[in-house]
């Protein structure tokens, strides 16, 4: 369980200490999970039952989800399924991961806000340096800006960025292919709550990994950024 806080949101993302707001993970079963949903605790505290895998469970089994794979093509899976419960208003900061992923929404509705791989030096990815310090707390797959409430000052190249976002509502029983290096933020919309599985997989064809680049600047994107945003800031002091 992520408790990512209400103050979440209203932090400088590059104070954060890890993915959330510096909280710890919580153990909670998932009937207490419920509970605190029906409650409104869910919703009150950002409590965000993330990427939990399905491996052990009924769901993890359901043959119509493998099927989806094959109908899909998708060969080498690099995870079990995982389930995504939270309430409505929860927001997903915006990251890429250094996979494919399939996002195949249950019930309610997300809002996908998308950019393409080449925008990875506009979003302002964590360096590669807070991503060793911090480990896998705080990978440097997640942007430090928020690009519904950009801040220009700090971040100037997210005016770059802005013009090439695309937004897609994901509604129960659609699936979205999420291709290695595509940024995404997800926002569960309604007043209730949502739920999702997501996967993800190794990507293939080989070539295509090789060729795209992708996967090593889903590794060393932080890195790869960093020449391009002091190269930018020089020009802007010009
Ligand atoms: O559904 C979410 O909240 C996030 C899912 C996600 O980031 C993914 O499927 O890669």
Redesign the pocket.
Known sequence: MRCYGRDRYRQDKRTWTDIGSGTKPRQMTFTEYAAALRSGEAADQDL?L??CPLKTTVLGDRTSFRALRDRLGLRFAASNLNL?V?PSG?V?AL?Y?PSD???MQLFGE?KLLLFPPNQTANLYPFSIAVHLKHGMRLRSWFSQTYPEQPDFAAFPNLKIALPQAQEVILKAGELIF?PVGWW?E?T?LGDGMTC?V?Q?WHVYPWSRALRSRNKWRAHFGGLLAVPQQIKSKLKAED
Request: hydrophobic fraction near 30%.
């Open positions: 965000y993330a990427k995504w939270g929860h997903e990251h991961d992923g399939t996002l997300k999420l995404h997800v569960s999702s997501n993800f």
